[in-house]
């Protein structure tokens, strides 16, 4: 978070949620006294929430998504000893995954193609069991084929009467 932003000796609300922002809250921020609104939440911040009187009339919503944050608010209070460590882009790239990806691709193909081999063997078994059902699937393949070929016939005829 800048530096900077204690300038605005004005500012009464200040959401900065969902912004990639990594580091601490820069204590320069105690300087805005009207502020009446400040979020932070889903990002990457780490250390302590400045402790004045002010920042902890925030509500915990408003720090929430920062795993490495501590202090009041929050329910996590930390002293030297137990502050966060680690490397906040590995906490970020494990935890909290991209914003691109929200589905974890190689569950999704391997599933999409579980389904689809139990489908077709469904259909296989299900043809081999009962003829009357095989009739009856070529029959409708035969419908949409016929149905198709007729729909793309008058649509050329269409074409051309309109161009001509």
Not at 37 to 45: C, D, P, Q
Not at 56 to 77: I, K, M, R, V
Not at 88 to 115: C, H, I, P, Q, R
Request: overall charge negative.
């Amino acid at each position: 978070i800048p530096t900077t932003f204690s300038n605005m000796k004005n500012v009464e609300s200040l959401d900065l949620s969902y912004n990639h922002l990594d580091g601490s809250i820069p204590m320069q921020l105690l300087e805005l006294d009207t502020l009446e609104v400040f979020t932070v939440a889903y990002n990457n911040l780490s250390g302590k929430i400045p402790n004045n009187a002010h920042f902890t009339t925030f509500e915990a919503s408003s720090y929430e998504g920062n795993p490495l944050l501590c202090g009041s608010p929050l329910s996590w209070n930390c002293t030297a000893s137990e502050l966060p460590s680690g490397d906040s882009n590995d906490l970020e790239d494990k935890d909290m995954g991209d914003d691109d990806e929200w589905m974890d691709m190689e569950t999704f193909y391997v599933s999409f193609a579980a389904s689809s081999i139990t489908v077709f063997l469904v259909v296989l078994v299900t043809q081999w069991i009962n003829p009357y059902w095989t009739n009856l699937l070529f029959y409708l393949t035969k419908l949409c084929v016929l149905s198709s070929y007729y729909f793309i016939q008058d649509t050329r005829r269409g074409f051309r009467r309109v161009r001509n």
